[in-house]
């Protein structure tokens, strides 16, 4: 079980797993919040951003979402020795 606060400052708890996800033909896993029986389904930034989606906020029509690496390492990486 994991405590969330909610908008209003209430704070709930819910379990919380992993789940393979398929959204416009596009599959992946994701952590999910198992909701009780009166919560909305919501599906989040996360999931949507491990899909490569995005919502336009105007329409709420998904839309495919520009992916960018970073080079955090400025391209010294090298693998780590045996």
Avoid: K
């Amino acid at each position: 079980m994991v405590e969330f606060t909610l908008a209003d400052g209430t704070a709930i708890r819910r379990d919380v797993s992993e789940c393979r996800i398929q959204v416009e033909g596009r599959s992946a896993t994701s952590p999910v919040v198992l909701g009780g029986s009166t919560d909305a389904p919501l599906l989040g930034a996360v999931t949507l951003e491990t899909l490569g989606l995005m919502v336009n906020p105007l329409t709420r029509e998904l839309l495919p979402m520009r992916l960018m690496l970073s080079d955090v390492l400025g391209g010294r990486w090298s693998p780590a020795p045996a």
